[in-house]
């Protein structure tokens, strides 16, 4: 027995959780699934499009389209650890997850979100180097740096996981096994620890703090300074196109950034589930979704990339 505040509660090691997901009756279910699916469907045509038409271009093989295709490696990542599981539990009456399942599915999740907030702070520092510095830009751009940025992304990622992980599955977990989300996340397994989760929201809001804070202050740095170098020039025409892809990295930036701040960077995160599940979907399937259209598939030289692999194939 174990005493929390003033309940006495039964601590039992749990083999398997239950995710809640979303209430409703079946309509509510198949609607959501149908939406769901739609949603999914779309995110893994277009990151796969990217992944694909970037690999077999060769005019695409620059630092901006290396960081584009680990982006959409990731938002293909981190909406397949989750989506494929909701999606089964919308049209199924047990919605069980192991508990060594649900360890893997949110340390593969938060790896993956957390390294793609890193890659977005990364991919603003190539942009400013490529307006900002286009002289050297092939120098401090070159092969080995972007490699060695990628791994420092992913190394970031896998160290906030593994932090996280392990002290939110530490913790002795009570009686009921009912997680009110449609995933594995942290805020929802807090509320069914039996344990004082002072330090495990600490080390949660630290970290992702942290991580949001220091990325975007990069983000904003970097576009600042390429902001006043486009106010510079003297080509009407080219600060138009300039502002206007600046303009739509910006947005992508902003939900993705603003949604994990609601969601982990504050204490109210824990208090409000039903509109974590809303603001979850937002940034687990609808940003991986967008994220194609803003970055890649709206831009002129995947577009001719796209042209030319379709030649190809009907000439084939």
């Not at 739609?38 to 695409?60: C, E, F, K, P």
């Not at 805020?187 to 600490?202: D, G, Q, V």
């Not at 740095?221 to 006043?228: A, F, K, Q, W």
Request: charged share 10%; with cysteine.
């Amino acid at each position: 027995m174990s005493r929390y505040g003033n309940r006495t509660l039964s601590v039992v090691p749990l083999q398997k959780f239950v995710l809640d997901g979303f209430g409703g009756g079946p309509q509510t279910q198949a609607l959501l699934f149908a939406l769901f699916l739609a949603l999914y469907m779309v995110a893994v045509l277009g990151n796969l499009t990217t992944i694909v038409v970037i690999t077999l271009d060769a005019r695409l093989h620059s630092p901006m389209y290396f960081f584009l295709k680990n982006l959409s490696f990731l938002d293909l990542g981190y909406s397949s650890v989750i989506y494929p599981k909701a999606l089964f539990d919308l049209m199924s009456l047990t919605k069980v997850i192991t508990f060594a399942g649900c360890a893997t599915q949110f340390f593969f999740f938060s790896m993956m979100g957390t390294t793609e907030g890193f890659l977005l702070a990364v991919m603003a520092y190539d942009r400013f180097v490529a307006i900002c510095s286009p002289l050297r830009y092939p120098i401090t751009m070159c092969p080995s740096v972007c490699a060695h940025l990628m791994l420092g992304t992913y190394c970031g990622g896998c160290l906030n996981s593994i932090l996280q992980a392990s002290f939110t599955f530490s913790l002795p977990f009570c009686s009921s096994n009912h997680i009110d989300h449609f995933f594995c996340d942290v805020p929802p397994l807090l509320k069914l620890a039996c344990a004082n989760t002072t330090i495990s929201e600490l080390v949660m809001f630290g970290l992702c703090g942290f991580i949001i804070v220091g990325t975007t202050l990069v983000v904003l740095t970097s576009y600042g300074y390429i902001t006043v170098t486009i106010l510079r020039m003297r080509s009407g025409g080219g600060r138009h196109k300039l502002f206007s892809t600046c303009g739509s990295h910006m947005t992508a930036v902003s939900l993705f950034y603003g949604t994990l701040f609601v969601m982990y960077a504050q204490p109210g995160a824990v208090a409000s589930m039903e509109q974590g599940k809303v603001v979850s979907v937002f940034y687990t399937l609808v940003i991986p979704m967008l994220n194609p259209l803003i970055y890649s598939l709206r831009n002129k030289d995947v577009k001719d990339a796209l042209r030319r692999l379709g030649q190809r194939h009907t000439a084939m």
